[in-house]
């Protein structure tokens, strides 16, 4: 009879965490609201004990892989470690973008709610050529800042611009947020499911993690000249990676309602950009 109790406070416990996801704070074992080293006991009282009620089921999975075991202590003593980083999410909590969101990835990258520029999930944000770190009217290869007229050549900013000061993610959000470099977003994309959908009103991906972590990415277009294209009908979005054999192209996140994949093109473009929490 005891354990039928104690199975029966186990699945309602889950239940109410499956429920309650949008207010799952990775680590918060104790559901106090912050992630500290009373957490840890609680983990390990579950561990040791296997007493479910003490705490909310999801949240005391600090590293979203579905068990709770010794793993999730080291996830939780890292997660205090490392204070300046913000708490993840699997989804958002409430209004108050932007939030980090845990995918469930094997790297343990944690990608934003919002694209940069955006106060929600389903706004478009800014369009920003790569390298550049601010918007403006007309993208082409002559207002583009890092090609340089006389010799007609492209500034070498790096392969790899991500928390650097051509970051516009790293630059505009601070310094825990930084653009995804083409590995990351091809980890999103081999780990993750897309299902085209309109949110709010607005047409995108809803991309879900195996955790059941989810982000919304909206299908802004892309800028070139003085025109904006593509709007409610594809995505694309700057990784921090620049192409290997031409510097005058990087690459992207490219999708729209059939695929995804990886696409490259000119860096004069105007792009979305999403950032992650590495």
């Known amino acids: ?99 980090v969101i845990d995918l469930g990835l094997p790297s343990g990258t944690k990608w934003c709610c919002c694209n940069v520029g955006a106060t929600t999930p389903e706004g478009y944000g800014g369009y920003y050529a790569w390298g550049e770190t601010s918007e403006k ?18 500034t070498n900013i790096g392969s790899d611009i991500a928390g650097s000061r051509y970051d ?35 047409d995108g991906i809803l991309v879900t993690g195996k955790n059941g972590g989810q982000i919304f990415l909206p299908a802004a277009g892309y800028r070139w000249n003085n025109g904006l294209s593509d709007v409610g009908s594809s995505g694309l979005y700057w990784s921090s990676s620049i192409y290997q054999g031409y510097d005058g192209i990087s690459y992207f996140l490219y999708f729209d309602s059939a695929d995804w994949d990886k696409g490259n093109n000119y860096r004069f473009d105007g792009r979305s950009v999403r950032a992650v929490c590495p």
């Not at 889950?14 to 106090?32: E, K, P, T």
């Not at 790293?170 to 309109?198: F, R, Y």
Request: proline share 3%.
């Open 1 to 99: 009879m005891r354990k039928l109790k104690h199975l029966f406070i186990l699945g309602l416990f889950c239940l109410i965490s499956i429920g309650a996801s949008a207010q799952v704070l990775l680590g918060d074992a104790n559901d106090d609201g912050s992630v500290n080293v009373n957490d840890i006991s609680t983990i390990a009282t579950y561990i040791l004990d296997g007493h479910a009620e003490l705490f909310v089921f999801a949240n005391a999975d600090a590293n979203g892989d579905g068990v709770i075991n010794v793993n999730d202590i080291s996830a939780t003593v890292t997660i205090i470690l490392d204070g300046d980083s913000p708490s993840a999410y699997l989804k958002c909590p409430d209004d108050h973008h932007p939030h």
């Open 137 to 154: 009217d007309v993208y082409s290869k002559n207002t583009y800042v890092h090609y340089n007229n006389f010799t007609e050549n492209y």
């Open 168 to 202: 516009v993610a790293h630059v505009n959000m601070g310094a825990s947020w930084c653009m995804p470099s083409l590995e990351q977003q091809k980890e999103l994309t081999d780990n993750c499911t897309k299902i085209w959908t309109t949110q709010n009103g607005v």
